[in-house]
């Protein structure tokens, strides 16, 4: 048997990974155990849950490997301030102590964490770095279900390399070519979320959410003054523009002054029609780039497969329309496609590349296991940590509960549904999810607003039932993961009166656009998550019960957290969450809570518990 740890910390989204003989057996964020958003600190709780879930100490584990490489990192800061200097001195001199204390001499600073796990493990030359973007390009092509692929990996940056493409053939990948740093998609993107006052690395997807509010009027700008777009997808940023190389900001005064407004202060200032049409504009600019890349790449090597992963394969949006372009046969995204998923890319790469081991793909399915990667909980457990809670709670069967969970959301009810194992990556599939009705036209503002306290823009997504998706989307294709966008079907779409089209853009939002309104988007889009009976068979057995009563297979599905919090891993976060938002019931496994039939005294003030995101 060999055992590989994979790591991946220190810049946002720390996370492990268990890799034995070559199946992702365990993988986790460290934010779910620490509760603190995107945590980019050693992943203490998550490597210690991977170790605990198969019962091995650290000393016993064959090989570490840490997502890339510090001392390329290291040659990146240092040339980027050299190139740009005198700039940037203020940046450079608060990033080189932590560099010359911690970062540079990671091999040591990882050991000594890791010691702190088990005292027997003492073999330093156990640990090895992988590069960023390889282990980017392994975790969307290994797991995948592909004997061969085009990798495309996509972010801000790893140590020198942006974007880059690589071909995967069974074991191997060989990397093609790259972009480098600071020409970057991520990057870019994330300028625009800084400049409409959103947090970067974690309000990427408002901007996303924020778009089909808006009409695309300054796209021209952006790519006549920020970007030179090559007609192979190959591009260059405007450095004039941007502060990111060297200073604390990610835009500059030059940036405000080409647009005319000054960065949004959240704080103070509204959303208005000209942030939508500026997040409308770039949301295009990043269309267009990634399908003259993915163009490109399909016609110089004309392979039908296509894995990506990187920030950048988070944008749902994009993905449905490389899929619309048809190049491609089939196209499989890691689901955690951000730097949570490079200790899962780290450890399958070792497992292949360095150790040689053969590959075997499974048909039609991945080997990502639905992402239930994380933690679960039995009865006992739960039950006990009910008690210890003061919670009010009965406990039924499987089948009574599905029932009586179907009928509490036919009835307008909202539910936390905690089942099974966590969930790996950003998003909720059905573990750690709040469900709700998708044909109420209240859901998606009461939703919002008092239950996860958040802008009321922000769209939810639908679950429905694999074999049902063709009669209710403009998709065809497997999308477990909630990483592609796709129309609802013209049949139930409500066609908007010229009046409502002329409305503000978040007027729009109480126009009922479709059947199913609560997850039918502005542009009448959805964000689609498939439910497969292989891999999470209680959620399918709720939505086909779902279905029975109402004829409708889809139910509203968005992550069990308010805004700012990390999505639920215990009992006792799924609890806390419960009791600080409005939500009506609470299920654990076999366990039913509702709120009604709680003390008073365990209500918790959630609002502002968390720094808003």
């Not at 996303?208 to 952006?222: N, V």
């Not at 905690?418 to 909720?428: C, I, L, T, Y």
């Not at 297979?553 to 976060?573: A, K």
């Amino acid at each position: 048997m060999t055992s590989i740890l994979g790591i991946s910390a220190f810049y946002h989204d720390s996370a492990a990974t268990l890799v034995i003989d070559g199946e992702v057996v365990s993988a986790a964020q460290e934010e779910r155990f620490s509760r603190v958003k995107h945590d980019p600190r050693y992943p203490f709780n998550a490597v210690q849950f991977v170790l605990d879930n198969s019962n091995l100490k650290l000393s016993e584990v064959d090989h570490v490997v840490f997502f890339e490489k510090p001392f390329l990192k290291f040659e990146r800061l240092l040339e980027t301030y050299v190139a740009f200097a005198p700039k940037g001195f203020k940046s450079f001199s608060m990033s080189m102590p932590i560099w010359l204390k911690e970062k540079l001499f990671q091999k040591q600073f990882l050991f000594d964490k890791l010691k702190q796990h088990d005292d027997n493990f003492k073999d330093i030359s156990k640990i090895n770095f992988s590069e960023h973007h390889f282990s980017h390009a392994a975790s969307a092509f290994y797991p995948s279900p592909f004997q061969e692929a085009i990798i495309l990996t996509l972010d801000g940056v790893g140590e020198w390399a942006t974007t880059t493409i690589a071909i995967g053939k069974e074991n191997n990948i060989e990397m093609l070519k790259e972009i480098h740093f600071p020409h970057s998609l991520g990057l870019l993107y994330s300028a625009f979320t800084y400049y409409i006052g959103f947090k970067v690395n974690s309000g990427e997807y408002k901007v996303m959410g924020l778009a089909p509010y808006g009409s695309p009027k300054y796209k021209e700008i952006i790519m006549k003054e920020l970007i030179d777009l090559k007609s192979d997808g190959s591009f260059k940023l405007n450095m004039k523009y941007f502060n990111f190389a060297t200073g604390l900001t990610m835009t500059n005064n030059k940036f405000s002054k080409l647009f005319g407004e000054d960065v949004r202060n959240p704080e103070k200032d509204l959303l208005t029609q000209f942030h939508m049409d500026i997040a409308a504009s770039i949301q295009s600019v990043t269309e267009e780039i990634v399908l003259a890349i993915t163009n490109s790449i399909f016609k110089e090597n004309k392979i039908k497969n296509l894995c990506l992963a990187g920030g950048v394969a988070l944008n749902c949006v994009v993905n449905g329309k490389i899929l619309k372009k048809n190049n491609f046969e089939n196209i499989w995204i890691q689901p955690a496609a951000g730097d949570a998923g490079g200790s899962l890319g780290a450890a399958l790469g070792f497992w292949y590349k360095e150790l040689k081991n053969e590959r075997e793909t499974l048909g039609n399915s991945d080997q990502m296991k639905g992402s239930y990667l994380g933690p679960s909980f039995n009865n006992s457990k739960i039950e006990s940590a009910l008690k210890s809670l003061g919670a009010k709670y009965q406990k039924h069967d499987e089948e009574k509960i599905i029932s009586i969970v179907a009928n509490e959301i036919n009835n307008q009810k909202t539910i936390g549904w905690f089942q099974g194992r966590m969930e790996f990556g950003p998003r909720a599939l059905g573990s750690r999810s709040i469900l709700a009705d998708p044909r109420s036209e209240k859901m998606q503002k009461e939703l919002n607003l008092k239950i996860k306290f958040r802008e009321s823009f922000r769209p939810f997504a639908p679950s429905v039932l694999r074999e049902e998706l063709k009669n209710w989307f403009e998709l065809n294709c497997d999308s477990p993961y909630m990483l592609v966008v796709s129309d609802v079907k013209k049949n139930i779409q409500i066609p908007m009166s010229d009046k409502n089209k002329s409305l503000f853009g978040i007027e729009k939002l109480n126009i009922k656009r479709s059947s199913i309104p609560a997850i039918t988007h502005v542009d009448y889009s959805a964000r689609i998550q498939t439910v497969h009976k292989e891999t999470n068979k209680k959620y399918y057995k709720l939505l086909s019960k779902f279905k029975e009563i109402t004829g409708c297979p889809i139910l509203v599905n968005t992550s069990f957290n308010v805004r700012g919090e990390p999505i639920v891993c215990s009992v006792e976060d799924a609890f806390n969450c419960f009791m600080g938002t409005n939500l009506d019931i609470l299920v654990c496994e076999d366990f039913i809570l509702y709120k009604e039939k709680q003390s008073p005294d365990l209500l918790k003030d959630y609002k502002n518990k968390f720094e808003k995101d």
